[in-house]
């Protein structure tokens, strides 16, 4: 633990020095939406026969989750509302909370084959796999003869 001494008689000036140097003025942070709620991290990954999407969603359920395929473009999109009462006597406690978020990602046309989407939720992560059409799959190399 280290110790700072601080001069009591200017606190101003380290307050506004601390304010204005702190991560929140980066408005490049990607996992923020325009409601300053926090999205999941994202994973994109690709091989040979298919794109995979990887969302870290922990603590939810596979029901929590929508997945719409529109005009190539997959929106992934979720809403949560919680609602408790408990009442003792005269006194009622009551507490709710809301927690939704939705991402899109614009899939290439030539490149997908949306009939054979496929998701699956385990242990906090939704994985999404987007088959590639068989034309866009490499071929292997192979040897021309010359005629």
């Known amino acids: 633990m280290t110790l700072v001494k601080r001069n009591s008689d200017n606190l101003f000036p380290s307050l506004f020095d601390n304010l204005f140097s702190r991560d929140w003025m980066d408005w490049s942070n990607s996992n923020f939406s325009n409601t300053n709620t926090t999205l999941p991290a994202v994973n994109v990954l690709e091989n040979d026969h298919e794109f ?54 614009r899939l290439p046309v030539d490149l997908i084959d949306g009939d054979k989407i496929k998701a699956k939720y385990n242990e906090g992560i939704l994985c999404i796999h987007l088959p590639k059409k068989e034309e866009a799959k490499p071929k292997p190399s192979r040897m021309i003869s010359i005629t």
Request: glycine share 4%.
């Open 52 to 105: 995979t999407i990887e969302v870290a969603a922990p603590g939810m359920k596979k029901n929590d989750f929508d997945i719409n395929l529109d005009n190539n473009q997959l929106t992934i999109s979720s809403e949560i509302k919680n609602e408790t009462e408990s009442k003792e006597g005269k006194y009622t406690r009551r507490e709710f909370s809301y927690q939704s978020f939705s991402r899109s990602f």
